[in-house]
């Protein structure tokens, strides 16, 4: 009994103040749920049920191997009719999976050889414990190759794994779902091709991440950092420079018969003063356009400007705005100017206006007050002069000149809810007026929306007079796939444009509806409303109110993105008097494919708003870009007709637009239109130009001088010490016949410095890892190393085990040589070789690592330690092999008193 007690405390009592396991009683078998791995024991219940005392021989057994008794046999008395709590020690392995298992127990008696027979279920629980790590990653590579990285991922839990492994910045070699059982392990290679046009060294993290399908809550992920070694960089320079392009365009036009060509010459340049970008500046030189301007020319322009953080100046040609009710948008040439004082800003602007025959010239002045945060009040005064004052025009807002002060304010009112407004004073010799904006932006989780509204009297002398307008819209989440929106427009009718361009066709227009996304790639939407759009010019050519209903159907097929609407609605044609109705059908269908991109479009209409009570148009056309390479681009595009209220702009009819970068900072730009003319219904014009741009950086500071760098490799132990090629970014040196090198006129900034290792013999290795970063910044800088021959380590993983388990070769360890900062890893399965080979000579540190390695395996040493001469072969023995558990007799008795513990 001695030893059976001895055992138990040793085997039991030991392992559950470690692991905390409880004393099971099978009195609730529910509850006799252990880990893997641990020690615990059980308690039945025996009883005597014969007149006469009895010896028992005690026999356990487990329905698995992996949970074994620690005593298999033992021997009981227990005296008749006694019942007597019997503990039986478990040990179960790491190995043991998840589920139910049987302890047995048989007391045969040793006076009749009857039987008493006890079974428990006892209940194994999962382990998930998921081992991820980077067991060989290159330091170093050159743009261009390709990173090649594996991982070791392995279960230590003690049920199968489905894992899925994804990378976000890196290909998974192979299978990206895995499936590992317990103490299994995989080794994973992950790969990136770099970038072989890489301009500068940079640094990448690559990682992997291992998610268990069945816990996805809990993720595992590794990084492993490479440097990228440019080999194209980026040449720099000594000097600050200010990008500036010239080009010259030779413009041909045919309009309404017609014919009319020239040159044009433009000058622009943007670009900052510094080299830390406080200083900038902009500048434009573009001379008169030679044929009619529309909107495929570019207009003479000149202008210069420049900006701090506090200040701005602008000289020439500009479109200047001083508030939305005074001078919405007045191009012109003149000066602004603006200084920023933080919460205080003053500013104004003297303004010429080109395309604007009533305004001789206007003055502006303003100052701001930032009140908080995203709220700021603006106050300001505008005076214009009018090119002919006349008593005879009195009725008229500018008929003199007008002194025109306004307030703008901006308040952020919460989080959710931004107010703007304007109030604006006109008066003139005879007439005084005035004008107020209101404007709302609202945005919840929920609803969002804005709207803004603007009204000024018939005597308001500024950009608008006699008209008012509103524009809102409405966005409402009535769920997670169906949204509800409204939009109402109504334009202002009078207000003083350039008429350089031509004013938009008047509209109010209302429209509400509901957008239902019924696949992630699909939604359809239904619409219904009201527009009436009226000429603003004579003769009008429509006139009209439409009340309409639309369905808008988009759907993504593959690479297909597909649109169809359908429109029907009632017409209310007061051009011509008569009622009618009108439809609208299109389709649209675009994709990308080739480097191109493609898009197709036709429309069917038949409606009532125009000269015929029923009149059909059929629209089709296409637009294609392509970006044939880096340097070359081409697109085209083609449409048949365009609806009438469209007159006010020009339109293509037919584009091709080429470019070429013939060489760098020169290129070509090829076109031809044939378009209509803003303003025209029938007459076409032909427009043909051919541009040259030279794009060049002038020098307007130097930043920095030359520096060099040079060095000596010393000899050790080796012969060849000359002719060693050496690299450091586009730079290249030679060693003389000492190991000398010498780089010179270098920029100064950060380099990795390499060697050539086809110029070294084939044991020859440099003292210092390469390629190492250099910073180089002072005028002269040495650095040394040396060159030696490389050292190797090899040796066995010799296992001993007495029963020669085959499953035993299934496990494996992590052998580590570390040196500094350089680090390599293997995994080597038990009872096999290793070796590592072109070893810096120096002070080395081998480690061996479990890898999730049973606890019943001992590894005699898991650390060595020694210095690496040159040439030298290091032999080391790792030795593994199976813990055995030892017990020792104590001579003494022991009493041992239970208790019965309860979860």
Same mark, same amino acid.
């Given at each position: 009994?001695?030893?059976k007690w001895i055992i138990f405390i040793i085997n039991i009592l030991f392992p559950v103040i470690i692991f905390s396991q409880e004393l099971i009683n099978n009195s609730n078998q529910k509850d006799n749920v252990l880990l893997p791995g641990t020690s615990t024991s059980i308690s039945l219940i025996l009883e005597n049920i014969t007149t006469e005392d009895n010896f028992y021989d005690i026999k356990i057994s487990s329905s698995t191997q992996n949970i074994s008794p620690i005593l298999k046999s033992d021997k009981l008395r227990i005296v008749s009719k006694e019942k007597k709590v019997y503990v039986v020690p478990l040990k179960i392995s ?79 070699d192979k299978d990206t779902s895995i499936v590992l059982k317990p103490k299994e392990s995989r080794v994973i290679t992950i790969y990136k091709t770099t970038d072989s046009e890489l301009k500068q060294n940079e640094i990448q993290n690559i990682n992997l991440s291992v998610l268990s399908k069945d816990n996805p809550n809990k993720n595992t992920t590794v990084y492993s950092s490479v440097k990228i070694i440019s080999t194209k960089p980026e040449q720099k320079d000594i000097y600050h420079r200010l990008p500036i392009s010239a080009s010259i365009s030779q413009i041909t036009m045919e309009n309404m018969n017609r014919y009319s060509d020239g ?75 603006q200084y920023n004082f933080k919460k205080f800003e003053i500013g104004g602007f003297y303004n010429r206006p080109r395309f604007f025959r009533d305004i001789k010239d206007e003055f502006n002045i303003y100052s701001s007050f930032k009140i908080r945060k995203n709220s700021e009040i603006k106050i300001g005064y505008l005076y214009k002069t009018p090119k002919i004052e006349d008593d005879n025009f009195s009725n008229i807002p500018l008929n003199s000149d007008a002194n025109i002060p306004y307030i703008t304010g901006k308040l952020k009112a919460s989080e959710n809810i931004t107010l703007l407004g304007e109030i604006a004073y006109s008066k ?252 025209? !219904?029938?007459? $076409? /014009?032909? %427009? #043909?130009?051919?541009?040259? =741009?030279?794009?060049?950086? @002038? ?76 910073? !180089?910044?002072? $005028? /002269?800088? %040495? #650095?040394?190393?040396?060159? =030696?021959?490389?050292?190797? @380590? ?79 072969? $290091? ?29």
């Open positions: 009994m001695i030893k790491t190995e043991t999976t998840e589920g139910k298992y049987k302890i047995k127990l048989e007391a045969i008696s040793q006076l009749d050889q009857s039987k008493i027979i006890k079974e428990t279920d006892i209940y194994i629980s999962e382990k998930r414990d998921i081992s991820l790590l980077v067991v060989e990653s290159p330091d170093y590579i050159k743009a261009g190759e390709k990173i090649s990285i594996n991982f070791l991922v392995k279960n230590l839990g003690n049920i199968d794994e489905h894992l899925s492994l994804e990378s976000k910045n890196a290909i998974i040159f044009q010459g433009e000058i622009y340049g943007r670009g900052s003063l510094d080299e830390k970008n406080k200083n900038r500046i902009e500048f434009r030189a573009l001379t008169a356009n030679p044929v009619e301007f529309n909107s495929f020319v570019q207009y003479e322009e000149y202008f210069l400007n420049y900006k701090n953080d506090h200040f701005f100046a602008h000289i020439g040609d500009k479109t200047y705005s001083a508030s939305y009710l005074t001078e919405y948008a007045r191009y012109g040439r003149g000066i602004e100017i003139t010799k005879e007439l005084v007026g005035n004008a107020y904006m209101l404007q709302g932006q609202a945005r919840f989780k929920k609803i969002d929306g804005s709207i803004i509204y603007m009204r000024s009297n018939p005597k308001f002398a500024g950009y608008f007079t006699n008209t008012n307008s509103v524009n809102g819209n409405l966005n409402y989440k009535i769920a997670e796939k169906i949204n509800f929106f409204a939009n109402y427009i109504k334009d202002a009718k009078n207000f003083e444009r350039d008429t350089l361009l031509l004013a938009a066709p008047y509209r109010d227009f209302f429209q509400y509806g509901i957008e239902y996304n019924y696949h992630s790639s699909g939604s359809i939407l239904f619409y219904n409303g009201f527009q009436k759009y009226q000429d603003r010019l004579e003769p009008k050519q429509f006139d009209y109110n439409e009340k309409y209903f639309k369905v808008s159907i988009n759907q993504q097929l593959g690479i297909f993105k597909i649109n169809i609407d359908a429109q029907i609605g009632q017409t209310d044609n007061y051009l011509t008097g008569f009622k009618g109705k009108s439809s609208f059908y299109t389709s649209t269908i675009t994709f990308d494919k080739f480097r191109t991109s493609f898009n197709l479009f036709a429309s069917y209409a038949n409606t009532s708003r125009y000269l015929l009570e029923s009149q059909k148009q059929f629209f089709y056309g296409a637009r294609v870009i392509s970006h044939l390479s880096d340097k070359t681009n081409f697109s085209l595009f083609y449409q048949n007709n365009y609806l009438p209220e469209e007159y006010y702009q020009s339109r293509n009819l037919f584009e091709i637009i080429f470019h070429q970068q013939l060489f760098p900072g020169h290129e070509v730009d090829l076109s031809g239109r044939y378009a209509l003319h803003r303003g025209q !219904l029938g007459n $076409k /014009d032909y %427009i #043909f130009s051919l541009k040259y =741009t030279m794009r060049i950086n @002038i020098p307007i500071k130097k930043i920095a001088e030359y520096v060099t760098l040079s060095g000596n490799i010393n000899r050790q132990n080796i012969q060849k010490i000359d002719g060693i090629k050496l690299t450091l970014g586009n730079y290249i040196s030679i060693t003389d016949k000492n190991g000398n090198y010498t780089f010179k006129n270098i920029i100064p900034g950060d380099y990795f410095l390499e060697i050539d290792r086809s110029t070294l013999n084939i044991n020859d290795i440099t003292t210092i890892p390469l390629p190492i970063l250099l910073s !180089l910044n002072s $005028k /002269d800088n %040495i #650095f040394n190393f040396g060159l =030696t021959t490389a050292a190797t @380590i090899y040796g066995d993983l010799e296992f001993f085990d007495k029963k020669n388990n085959s499953s035993d070769k299934k496990e494996s360890v992590i052998v580590e040589a570390s040196h500094n900062e350089e680090i390599f890893r293997k995994i080597v399965v038990l009872g096999e070789k290793f070796n590592f080979t072109y070893l810096r000579p120096g002070d080395w540190k081998v480690t061996i690592y479990r890898n999730g390695l049973d606890k019943r395996y001992k590894i005699a040493v898991d650390t060595f330690q020694f210095n690496l001469k040159p040439s030298e072969k $290091k032999e080391i023995k790792i030795k593994i092999s199976k813990q055995q558990n030892e017990i020792k007799y104590q001579q003494e008795t022991i009493k041992i008193n239970y208790n019965t513990h309860k979860k």
